[in-house]
C-alpha cells in the first residue's frame, strides 16, 4: 500500500507540473532504482548456489521478474522472496495506463469511483477463483491467491486512492481530523479490520478460508486507508512524531537492500553461527535476541555497502539519462 501511495503520489505530481506523464522518465526511474541491485544479488547467489534442478530451470523467469508466479518452495525458487519484487514491477507496467485513464474523466467523483472498482476487482477475482475450485488446501489456497498480481492488486490501489485523496483533499481532511471525535471515528473500522485479522476464525474455524480471501488485499487495505489518514492528517501526537524522525528516512534510503539481503545472511551466516552457539549450550534466550541483533545490524551493513557501490552509480546514470 506505500508503494502505491509512494508510485501515486508521483504520478500525481507529474501530471501537476508537466500536464502529462513522462512515461520515459517515469521507467527510467523505476528501472535505475530497482533493477541494479536486483540482478547483483541474483546473480551472486545463481553463481554461489548449488542450484536444483527447478531452481535452474525457473531461474530465468526469475530474472525476468516473474517469481510470484512460479512455486516458492525453498528448493523451487532460487531468491523466492523476490515475488513481491515482482509484484512491485508488474505493477509499474499497467499503473501509467491507469492513470491515463484517470486523466481522461472529467471529475475527481468518477476518478474515485474508477479506483474504487478496480480496487474492488480484486476481492471479486479472488473470491471467483475460491469458490471455482473448492475446496481447497491452507497451503494451496495460499499459494494460489497470495502472491498473483491478478488476485493481490488491491493493495497497491488503495495506496493510489490514498494517494489521491491526500493530494486532492489534504486542507479539508486536516481540518475535518482536528476534531478527536473524527479521528476516533475514522480509526474504528481501522480497528474493526485488526481484530478481525487477528481472529480470523470468529465466524467459525470452517470459515477461515473465506475470511484469509477478504483479508489478503481488503481488510488490510480498508485498515491501512484510515491508519495512514490520521497518521498523515492528524493532530500531530507521539506516534507521528517518532516516524517522522530523521533515522527512519535513512533506514528507508537501505530499506531495498536490506530486503535483498537479509535472507542470505540469515541463511549462510546468522543460522550457522546460531548453530554453533547452540552446540556450545549458550541458552537459547541468549542466541536468539543476539542472532536477531545480529541479522539487523549486518542486513543493514550490507544494505549501505550496496547503497554506496551501487544504487548511487546508477542513480548518478539516471538523472543523466532522465535530464
Avoid at 521507467?27 to 541491485?37: A, H, K, L, M, Q
Avoid at 473448492?134 to 490514498?162: K, M, N, Q, S
Avoid at 495512514?228 to 492528524?234: A, N, Q, T, W
Avoid at 537501505?254 to 552446540?279: E, F, M, R
Amino acid at each position: 500500500m506505500l508503494s502505491g501511495f509512494l508510485i501515486g503520489s508521483i504520478l500525481l505530481r507529474s501530471l501537476e507540473t508537466a500536464g502529462t506523464q513522462n512515461l520515459r522518465r517515469f521507467y527510467i526511474r523505476r528501472v535505475s532504482r530497482t533493477f541494479p541491485s536486483y540482478y547483483i544479488v541474483l546473480t551472486y547467489m545463481a553463481l554461489t548456489t548449488a542450484l536444483t534442478p527447478a531452481q535452474a530451470h525457473n531461474l530465468k523467469w526469475e530474472y525476468l521478474y516473474g517469481t510470484n508466479f512460479l512455486p516458492l518452495g525453498r528448493t523451487d525458487s532460487l531468491m523466492f522472496w523476490g515475488w513481491s519484487l515482482s509484484l512491485e514491477e508488474q505493477f509499474y507496467l499497467t499503473v501509467p495506463l491507469l492513470f491515463f485513464v484517470l486523466q481522461k474523466l472529467k471529475s475527481d467523483r468518477w476518478r474515485i469511483a474508477l479506483l474504487l472498482a478496480v480496487w474492488a476487482a480484486a476481492l471479486g477475482m479472488r473470491l471467483f477463483l475460491f469458490y471455482k475450485r473448492a475446496p481447497w488446501g491452507d497451503l494451496a489456497l495460499y499459494e494460489a491467491l497470495y502472491f498473483r498480481p491478478h488476485t493481490r492488486f488491491d493493495t497497491l490501489i488503495a495506496g493510489i486512492l490514498l494517494a489521491f485523496v491526500h493530494n486532492r483533499y489534504k486542507d479539508r481532511l486536516t481540518a475535518w481530523l482536528r476534531d478527536p471525535f473524527h479521528r476516533a471515528l475514522l480509526a474504528m473500522p481501522s480497528l474493526a479490520c485488526l481484530w478481525l485479522l487477528l481472529r480470523p476464525w470468529m465466524f467459525g474455524t470452517e470459515h477461515v478460508q473465506l475470511v484469509h480471501v477478504f483479508a489478503w488485499g481488503t481488510v488490510t487495505s480498508v485498515m491501512y486507508f484510515g491508519l495512514l489518514l490520521i497518521l498523515l492528517h492528524g493532530k500531530p501526537g507521539p506516534i507521528s512524531r517518532m516516524l517522522s524522525a530523521p533515522i527512519f528516512r535513512r533506514i528507508a534510503t537501505l530499506g531495498y537492500g536490506v530486503y535483498l539481503v537479509h535472507i542470505p545472511l540469515c541463511d549462510k551466516v546468522i543460522v550457522p553461527i546460531a548453530h554453533a552457539l547452540d552446540a556450545r549450550h549458550v541458552p537459547m534466550i541468549v542466541v536468539w535476541p543476539a542472532s536477531l541483533v545480529a541479522l539487523m545490524l549486518s542486513s543493514l551493513g550490507l544494505g549501505y555497502v550496496m547503497h554506496v557501490v551501487i544504487e548511487k552509480p546508477s542513480l548518478a546514470v539516471r538523472q543523466r539519462l532522465a535530464a
